[in-house]
């Protein structure tokens, strides 16, 4: 009994990396309850042992967005460079569980799902927040707005399953541009 507590955890992150997954390459119509099972390597039945429906699956998919922002929100406000030039810095698609989540969440807000675009609005607002604190308010969404085109634009550029374009010399053009702002 013990061994089997111990693998619960594991399977239910499998079925929630499975979803993000199928969000990230398919989309949301294709993130259906047998999809998932099939991609995280379980059963119906033990999806929906973890996760009754997809509108579950969806709210800890949420709770993880919001954990991750949580924690880049603290590391923005850490930041020596200071929180414009590590949003830009931090807008470059590395992979990572935030860079998951952020665009799997991105293919729920594309159909409305009204939660997430709640969730994203909170998050924006945050971001926001810091970037005015540190170049003003009148400057902080020209600076989203970059690091969001920085994004967005590698990913449109790499194409389905092909590898990201180098955007190093654009990072820096951002950079330069955030110290113009600061100017």
Known sequence: MIGTMARKPVAREAVLDAFES???DEGERAATLD??????????????YHFP???AMI???????DRLLAEDVKAMA??????????????????????RVFVAATRLAEV???????????GQARWLEL???????GMAKAVLYMGDGLYFN????????????????????LLAAVERLRG
Request: overall charge negative.
């Open 22 to 24: 199928l969000l990230i």
């Open 131 to 137: 970037l005015a604190a540190d170049i003003g308010p």
């Open 154 to 173: 590698a990913m449109l550029a790499r194409g389905p399953g092909g590898t990201l374009p180098e955007v190093g010399g654009d990072v820096e053009s």
């Open 35 to 48: 999809a998932v099972a099939r991609l995280a390597g379980v059963s119906k039945g033990g999806l929906l």
């Open 53 to 55: 429906n997809k509108e």
């Open 59 to 65: 709210s800890v998919l949420l709770e993880r967005l």
């Open 112 to 122: 409305a799902h009204e939660e997430t675009l709640h969730r994203f609005a909170a």
């Open 78 to 99: 850490a930041a020596p460079e200071g929180a414009a030039a590590y949003f830009i810095k931090s807008s470059v698609w590395a992979d990572t569980p935030m860079d």
